[in-house]
């Protein structure tokens, strides 16, 4: 069974697709498909269906939900008619003590292959191999095409299961445009940090990050724009100054001189020794 959660919803045996139309079972296969291989409990299937108010025959429609899904992987197994891999319904979708639990047999999973391929990058960061740690964790966040489980109706349990892997790709994300910084590619990253900055308007290293791209591409006094920006947004939104490291980062531009060398890219360990170092 192959698992695609993000983005939109996608869980296919056989490459037939077993992901339903209808809400509730799509919200009932996302959650078992997010701990694909582990049992999902029938409490939390049906906090996630009802919240804290579920119905007194929510068991036996969650039962119902579980059938239908089994019909459409009994249609999908019979794409296999060399019965090279024998398996029911009930061995891909089973039951098991106090819940369910969704069988891959070895397919593949992106939220898996994510976690493996970050989990590289972040390794090679701590290595100070930062060209193979771009490349790693570029290849983890090209997984994502989308929110995950973007047209799937969210209830408790996925909604945390959803902010939970939106700070995974936001920590990704962060180490990434980290690892393309340690090796010269400021401008490279001017576009893409221009639209991150306006998406998370008060996340600081982003913002920092961007003010590094721009001062390093010659550009100093658009940095100290957005140290501003960003200043002006947490003070008014949240009734907070920028941290101490964001604040050094500020002052450390106020101080220094565009020179020639600082659009060479050259990378240093620390807010100001990454200005009074680069040239």
Known sequence: ??????????????????????????????????HADHVVPIAS??????????????????????????????KALEQDPEGTLPRTPKDVLATAPGGYVLHTFGGT???????????????AMDAGDFPRAARELGEALALWSDSALADVHAG?????????????????LDQRIEADL???????????????????????NLHA???????????????????????????REMGLEPSASVRRLQQSMLMAHPEPGIANGQQAATDRERLTRVG
């Open 209 to 235: 990050q961007f003010m590094l791209a721009l001062y390093r591409s010659g550009r100093r006094s658009e940095a100290l724009d957005v140290y501003q920006r960003l200043r002006a947004t947490l003070v």
């Open 109 to 123: 999973s992106d939220v898996r292959e994510f976690e493996r391929l970050s989990g590289l990058g972040y390794r």
């Open 182 to 204: 340690r090796i010269g590619r400021h401008r490279e990253l001017l576009g893409e940090l221009t639209v991150l900055v306006s998406r998370y308007r008060t996340h600081e």
């Open 45 to 74: 299937l049906v906090e996630e269906l009802w919240g804290d108010r579920p119905p007194r025959s929510a068991r036996t429609t969650l039962q119902t939900y579980i059938l239908q899904l089994r019909e459409m992987i009994a």
């Open 156 to 172: 408790p349990q996925l909604a945390m299961q959803a902010r939970r892997l939106e700070e995974t790709r936001l920590c990704a």
């Open 1 to 34: 069974m192959d698992i695609e959660v993000l983005g939109t919803l996608a869980v296919r045996e056989n490459d037939v697709s077993v992901t339903p139309r209808a809400p509730k079972p799509r919200q009932v296969l996302a959650l078992l498909a997010l």
